[in-house]
């Protein structure tokens, strides 16, 4: 057999696989034959054993050449079906395409599905081939339909892309963390540990911005056309227009220096207190992501604020550098804003020679202060001896404060302290026996932390 002949039977084959192959492909799986599935949100609904099941499609047309002009509007069906799985059946009958899950990015639980329990939902979703494990898991405390139709933004044209990026903001803050639903799952099947997921909720003050500019425009549209329209009016009717106009500009700004005052006069929120829903933001986006949802087995318990969740990355060793305010611990009024950076993961070891379990956490940061304060001599170590202590004694109070929250309040273990505990027992039943769910209500806890705060040659002048 000559080598043309054996070369051929090699080739042929193999264009007759890859035409094949590819023209299935192209029948079944072109874009132009698929609903592409951004979003699934879940919610109750009027019947108890049904669900209300919204899908979040892409608009395709937002990725053409002109895609940057475009905003990206949600785009929702809902189903009223007895689980997930059954409303993605009934979906492919609706859609008349086939709905494709290869891109969903979050899948958003209300508050009231979720202290039901959600697990069954979640296991359906993982073993669904086509979500992916890193898909992230949201509860939202308003209805997740409308949390979503308030997801939209002019700093982010396509969902997909804000979906992708608002959870990496758990690095650099703190204040939220990267929950995908491949982890959930895995903390589900896990009883003597706690499960956490993505807080979510609506910024009422962003919504009522947004449709106070919308009237706005509105308003400013409709009197220029009239405007125009009357051109041929007489003068008198002119001034009394004018008259009245001006009536209700002091009216309208009566009103809103009355508004104002009295946002002035409402406490500010501190950063550590907030929940998603309550930051102090007046913006085009009405949802926010803030804080964490806690779970002891599959069921929605209670919430974590931003400065819980950041205690928690801390300990759990998610987050890299993030931003405090101190105290100023020479006499001042004013706070001391420090950034902060993890120089390594925190050291944790469990004493269980005891009744009640010892957890010791040793954590060491270096600092960089971020706020200015006259007359202090930053170059000087004592003052910087100062700072450094009173960073850690702020630092300690609030974990402290965190860790005393999970343990005695939820009883759940959210911050992973059962894998450590498993290295002190050779059989699984002497770990079982142990009963670390029950234990860990009755922790004690030893904080130990370590910070090397620098201060920068601009400092040094003051």
């Known amino acids: 057999m000559n080598k043309t002949a054996f070369k051929w039977i090699i080739i042929a084959p193999t264009i007759v696989i890859f035409m094949y192959a590819f023209s299935s492909s192209y029948s079944l799986q072109n874009i132009d034959n698929l609903n592409y599935v951004v979003a699934i949100l879940v919610d109750e609904s009027k019947d108890p054993n049904m669900l209300d099941v919204t899908f979040e499609f892409i608009d395709v047309s937002s990725f ?47 508050e009231d599905v ?4 959600i697990s069954n939902h979640v296991s359906d979703l993982v073993n669904n081939s086509e979500i992916r494990p890193s898909v992230n898991v949201i509860i939202t405390t308003s209805n997740a339909k409308y949390y979503v139709e308030n997801s939209t933004s002019p700093l982010e044209k396509i969902l997909t892309k804000y979906y992708k990026v608002f959870p990496n903001s758990s690095k650099y803050t703190g204040y939220t963390s990267d929950i995908t639903i491949g982890k959930f799952y895995e903390y589900l099947k896990m009883p003597d540990i706690g499960n956490t997921a993505i807080l979510g909720g609506i910024n009422e003050a962003s ?80 949802n926010e ?12 318990i209670g919430e974590l604020t931003a400065g819980e969740t950041l205690c928690h990355s801390i300990i759990t060793n998610e987050v890299d550098s993030f931003l405090i305010s101190i105290a100023d611990p020479f006499g001042g009024d004013d706070l001391i804003a420090l ?39 930053y170059a000087d170590s004592n003052t910087i001896d100062t700072l450094e202590s009173a960073t850690e004694e702020y630092l300690k109070k609030h974990i402290l404060d965190y860790l005393n929250k999970t343990s005695k309040e939820y009883k759940v273990d959210i911050d992973g302290f059962y894998y450590r505990l498993k290295q002190k027992f050779l059989l699984i039943q002497d770990l079982n026996d ?16 370590d910070t090397n705060i620098l201060s920068s040659l601009l400092m040094q002048n003051y």
């Open 339 to 377: 950034e902060l950076y993890r120089n390594s993961d925190c050291d944790i070891n469990i004493d269980i020679s005891s009744d009640h379990p010892v957890i010791n956490i040793g954590i060491s940061m270096e600092g960089r202060i971020s706020s200015i304060i006259k007359n202090l001599n």
């Open 64 to 110: 053409s050449s002109d895609s940057s002009t475009k905003d990206s509007t949600p785009i929702l069906d809902t189903i009223t079906a007895s689980s997930i799985n059954s409303a993605i059946n009934i979906m492919n009958s609706y859609a008349g395409k086939g709905i494709d899950l290869s891109n969903c990015e979050v899948v958003i639980f209300s």
């Open 207 to 286: 919504i009522k911005n947004k449709e106070e500019s919308q009237s706005s425009e509105e308003s400013s549209s409709s009197s220029s056309s009239s405007s125009s329209g009357s051109s041929n009016s007489d003068q008198s009717s002119e001034s009394n227009s004018k008259e009245q106009s001006s009536g209700s500009s002091e009216q309208n700004e009566s009103s809103s220096s009355k508004e104002n005052q009295d946002e002035i006069s409402a406490p500010p929120i501190s950063s550590e207190d907030m929940l998603a829903g309550e930051a102090p933001i007046k913006g085009q986006r009405g």
């Open 114 to 117: 979720a202290k039901k329990g």
């Open 289 to 300: 992501n803030l804080g964490l949802a806690v779970f002891k087995g599959d069921s929605y």
């Open 434 to 449: 142990y009963n670390w769910e029950n234990k860990f209500q009755n922790a004690e806890f030893n904080l130990s932390i």
